[in-house]
């Protein structure tokens, strides 16, 4: 056992309850023992001064790709899980695109077992929706589930089939689980590598239109609505997802949705000059989309905020753009990224923020965590609101370094994450 | 550097005076090739690699003849016997060239943007020869020179461009290089061979090509891909002549006679009809030798020269 760690006169913000107010917070044998006001720690108590910091539940991020196994080479669940810790997350949810895949029990404790092994970001594994995640053959969910499994995805590629979709939603709910959409139809978003509009216009790049991902995002909502099961929809990324998305939550369906850090600050102008790290899918859009997606994140239609990390290895990034693999790394740029866009410009309060990046995701993968509530997981993340930092990739505890904000300077970062009572990460300062 | 910087890379973003600058260059180059001595020393001692990651004929033996006849040492490096099918890659090829000390490259690329990608990761200069349907930019000149020439200047001409613009990298350099020059753009095809944000790019649409006809001083028409129809994006050749062939029927009805290019190779039958191709107001083999010309005048002042020595280099011979 760790010593106890009793954290000292910090911005205490807890938005499982209500809670935003200085005071002291009490970590024993890996549980919030005492939380608010002063604390006497106990005889041996190790100290932490989190004076102008604020104390927060660990974030966590229900969208990674930690590339193990099969990509060791570009991240191992070990450098992935210390990258989130490095960024302020005690908990982050691993993609099952995995080679093999993610789609069996034996994986899937895998997984589980590297994330243990590392020590440091609690790591839940994905199981894929179905075999080999080719839209064919539901997995088995309910061996994955035994084996630590919390949702279930083909994250990389859609359920095209919308019977398999069907039944993947009325299954899951034997388990319990969210069954969690990667919304594109494959094919209106064939050989796209951007955005479809001005710029893929202009830069003679074929574009993926919203479309592709908003036909999806509406057929999830009714087969949901058909089935009552609760789809989880990834890494929105328009204004139209955003609004069919209120109307199903308008008529009581139990859908849920996530957007990422980068697509609420970036939009398609980034691919300007064929930047390589300004490519993922779905692809940034345009300025009233992230504007939608704001507003979206602030009144809640959109649950909650990932990042998508995918780390890639240089060499495939540093490629003409048509052929370099989508997607970027985030875990260590998104509170940055969070406070900066959504923070800094009055989208969300702080509370606000951490009720996105850790109460909701905890509460819409039914995930321990979330809460500084006496009792509950000693998960605790401490960040700097004020601090200006500026992106180096070299420093990134994460393999990848593919960033489309390296040389930005950006404000607020996690100064001491704790996991389990366990300080895991602490900022050199 | 050069009043063209480093590299050649597209026509977007270039100036007025820049493209001016390219096409005065070229005309009295022009002469060059209608001595009985092509040559001329100018580019004596430079090395410049043709790389060709897909299949050209005409572009690629127009820039070596371009070389050639200014004195350059020229090599052609063409997919099918380059070390990219082993696996290399695009960067890596290009070092190793340039390891051997060469002064340019001419890229031609199936991907858009990649001749950009080459040129911020070589110190030689890179002249893009079509990279994917980004753009052509040789070409796009070519087009202004044959233009300008036939129609007496640019500023306020109007110029539409037909045909499968979404895949067309000729079409983008010529909307950047006549819209620089002062020309009003139109572009006429199927919708579903348009980008969406076309008119964005600042362009007109014309849905019928006797409305196009009826408006335009000029019309390139661009190849159209026969793949096109495989892939879905119209129904059929034969229909696609019917609603857009350029025939000599719908140019007779036009209000005055219009300037006919075609950056080749041309579908007859399909996008233009030989009467048209082989009539009296088709530029399409000007447009040829014209490319000599211009591709001259790129190598020429991205080499370092003065524009106003141009001349002088036309009267030297080896």
Not at chain 1, 275 to 295: F, G, I, S
Not at chain 1, 331 to 336: I, P
Not at chain 1, 344 to 352: A, K, N, S
Not at chain 2, 151 to 176: M, P, T, Y
Request: glycine share 10%; hydrophobic share 40%; with cysteine.
């Amino acid at each position: 056992m760790t010593a106890p760690l009793l954290i000292t006169g910090g911005r205490l913000v807890d938005p499982s309850q209500g809670l935003d107010a200085v005071g002291d917070l009490l970590l024993v044998d890996g549980k919030v023992a005492a939380i608010g006001g002063q604390i006497a720690g106990p005889d041996g108590a190790q100290r932490v001064d989190a004076k102008g910091l604020v104390v927060a539940p660990g974030f966590i991020d229900v969208h990674v790709h930690l590339r193990e196994p099969g990509r060791e080479e570009v991240e191992t669940v070990a450098t992935g899980a210390h990258a989130a810790v490095a960024g302020g997350f005690t908990a982050v949810c691993a993609m099952p695109n995995t080679k093999p895949v993610t789609d069996n029990q034996a994986t899937v404790g895998f997984v589980k077992r590297q994330g243990e092994a590392a020590g440091f970001a609690r790591v839940y594994p994905y199981g894929a929706i179905t075999v080999g995640q080719m839209g064919e053959t539901l997995a088995e969910f309910g061996e994955m589930v035994a084996a630590g499994a919390v949702a279930v995805s083909d994250d990389g590629k859609p359920v095209e089939n919308s019977h398999i979709m069907r039944t993947a939603l009325e299954y899951a709910q034997t388990f319990g689980i969210p069954v969690v959409e990667h919304c594109e139809v494959m094919a209106l978003a064939h050989g796209g590598a951007m955005h479809e509009g001005t710029v893929s216009a202009r830069l003679g790049l074929k574009g993926i239109p919203g479309e592709a991902e908003e036909i999806d995002v509406i057929r999830c909502i009714l087969l949901a609505k058909l089935t009552k099961g609760h789809i989880h929809l990834c890494h929105l990324s328009t204004k139209g997802s955003v609004d069919l998305v209120r109307w199903g939550k308008d008529q009581g369906v139990n859908v849920t949705a996530e957007v990422c850090s980068h697509h609420i600050s970036l939009t398609h102008e980034a691919v300007e000059g064929y930047n390589t790290n300004a490519k993922m899918n779905p692809p940034l859009r345009t300025a009233e989309d992230v504007a939608a997606l704001q507003q979206g994140v602030k009144d809640g239609t959109i649950d909650l905020l990932v990042t998508d990390h995918a780390p890639h290895h240089y060499d495939e990034k540093e490629r003409e753009f048509p052929d370099a693999p989508n997607g970027i790394v985030g875990l260590e740029t998104a509170l940055g990224v969070n406070m900066t866009w959504l923070v800094e410009r009055g989208v969300l309060t702080i509370p606000q923020l951490v009720d996105r990046m850790s109460t909701r995701p905890a509460k819409v993968f039914h995930l321990p965590g979330g809460s500084l509530a006496k009792g509950r997981l000693a998960d605790v993340t401490l960040f700097d609101p004020a601090r200006r930092w500026t992106v180096d990739a070299a420093q990134f505890k994460s393999k990848g370094r593919n960033t489309p904000y390296g040389g930005q300077t950006l404000t607020g970062q996690a100064v001491c994450t704790i996991v389990g009572g366990r300080v895991v990460h602490q900022l050199d300062r | 550097m050069t009043i063209l910087g480093k590299d050649l890379l597209g026509l977007a973003g270039l100036s007025r005076e820049q493209v001016t600058t390219i096409l005065d260059v070229a005309e009295p180059l022009r002469a060059i090739s209608e001595r009985a001595i092509k040559k001329v020393p100018t580019l004596r001692g430079m090395t410049v690699v043709n790389l060709f990651f897909e299949p050209s004929t005409r572009t690629r033996i127009s820039f070596e003849f371009a070389e050639k006849r200014m004195s350059a040492d020229t090599v052609n490096v063409a997919t099918a016997a380059s070390s990219v099918s082993k696996g290399e890659t695009l960067v890596d090829t290009a070092r190793n060239l340039e390891a051997m000390r060469i002064d340019m490259v001419v890229i031609r690329h199936p991907h858009s943007g990649a001749a950009r990608f080459l040129a911020e990761r070589i110190e030689s200069n890179v002249i893009n020869a079509g990279d994917g349907t980004h753009e052509h930019p040789t070409q796009g000149l070519l087009d202004l020179l044959t233009l300008r020439e036939k129609l007496g200047g640019l500023e306020g001409k109007r110029i539409c461009i037909v045909g499968d613009v979404l895949h067309s990298r000729v079409a983008r350099s010529n909307i950047w290089g006549l819209k620089a020059m002062g020309a009003q753009v139109a572009v006429c095809g199927p919708r579903s061979l348009l980008p969406g944000a076309i008119r964005e790019l600042g362009v007109e649409v014309f849905d019928r090509i006797e409305a196009a006809i009826e408006w335009a001083d000029a019309l390139n028409i661009l190849r159209l891909q026969l793949e096109r129809m495989q892939l879905g994006y119209i129904p059929s050749l034969r229909e696609y002549n019917r609603v857009f062939g350029v025939t000599r029927a719908r140019l007779e009805r036009a209000p005055r006679d219009l300037i006919i290019l075609h950056p080749g190779p041309m579908n007859r039958g399909v996008e233009i009809d030989s009467d048209v191709a082989d009539g009296p107001h088709s530029v399409i083999l000007e447009q040829v030798t014209n490319g000599v010309a211009v591709r001259m005048a790129v190598l020429y002042l991205l080499a370092g020269n003065a524009p106003a020595l141009a001349d002088a280099a036309k009267g030297a011979t080896v």
